[in-house]
């Protein structure tokens, strides 16, 4: 069986959300912060890649019924480029094998994507790495056999003929991984519905997680987004003051009153040598 990933497409509406939640909601907090992608159904007419969307939507308690295809994820909110740079994937790969106890357990809460990213909100630059992470083995494959029976229905992504999405790559790696033998799907896509048996040809071993994507230039690898261009340069101005203040507030003086301090008004006589410093002090202040 071939198989076709996920490409992820995230809306520009998707970052300033995020740049607003970061200021108000999640500051300096690196908990998994959950979140729903969606996809549509394939269809042999359009011929289009699978693509994984995500929205100012996404971050809602609950998908939206608007007849599309929601998928829980994850997203990992770094709070330095450094610790972007450096974060270790495959300790994050470990941890989701680690967590799985059960079939139904994996069915339900294995994330069907992930996203690490790193967001500058001085400059408005996002810098990002998507997994849509499958359990895989060694000589893992799949086998395409007659049904013989109901099937689990899969809404499929994939347009190809030939291929088939990465939901059903990680519902049978999600099987193979606890030994089942074989499994009976029912594939949905816009224009047909296919049943199929297929057989699972597992190594019962050194199991290890694929799935992330690929960049620009062919490898696996990070994305950068540069949303500067698009946002005014006093609002860009405005949001990184406002930054320095949470900021202080977050790390040196929690009880500092940010409304106090962005409703007082200063008049400065004189900009030499000692006015100068001053009125720097004041614009990281915001005043």
């Not at 970052?15 to 042999?44: C, F, M, P, Q, V």
């Not at 347009?159 to 999600?174: C, D, Q, T, V």
């Not at 062919?218 to 609002?235: F, M």
């Not at 008004?265 to 000692?274: D, F, N, P």
């Amino acid at each position: 069986m071939l198989f076709e990933p996920f490409q992820s497409v995230v809306s520009a509406t998707f970052w300033t959300t995020l740049a607003k939640k970061k200021l108000d909601d999640y500051r300096l907090k690196s908990d998994l912060i959950s979140l729903w992608g969606w996809y549509e159904i394939g269809n042999a007419d359009l011929k289009q890649s699978p693509l994984l969307h995500l929205d100012e939507r996404s971050f809602e308690e609950e998908p939206v019924e608007d007849g599309s295809m929601w998928m829980r994820g994850q997203m990992i909110l770094l709070n330095t480029l450094d610790s972007f740079k450096q974060y270790d994937r495959k300790k994050l790969e470990t941890g989701f094998l680690q967590s799985i106890k059960s079939k139904e357990q994996a069915l339900e809460a294995f994330p069907g994507f992930v996203l690490v990213c790193y967001a500058d909100l001085k400059k408005h630059i996002f810098f990002y790495h998507f997994c849509f992470p499958i359990i895989h083995q060694p000589e893992l494959s799949f086998e395409i056999v007659q049904n013989d029976g109901p099937g689990i229905t899969v809404f499929d992504p994939c347009s190809k003929e030939e291929a088939f999405g990465w939901p059903i790559r990680r519902l049978l790696s999600i099987h193979a991984f606890f030994g089942v033998s074989g499994l009976n799907l029912s594939i949905q896509r816009s224009d047909t519905t296919k049943h199929i048996g297929v057989k699972i040809n597992s190594s019962f071993k050194d199991s290890y997680i694929l799935g992330w994507e690929k960049n620009e230039t062919g490898k696996v690898g990070p994305r950068v987004l540069d949303l500067s261009s698009l946002i005014d340069p006093e609002k860009l101005a405005e949001d990184a003051a406002e930054l320095n203040l949470k900021l202080i507030k977050w790390r040196m003086l929690p009880e500092l009153d940010l409304k106090v301090i962005s409703s007082c008004r200063v008049l400065l006589v004189g900009a030499g040598t000692l006015g100068c410093n001053v009125a720097r002090g004041l614009l990281v202040l915001s005043l």
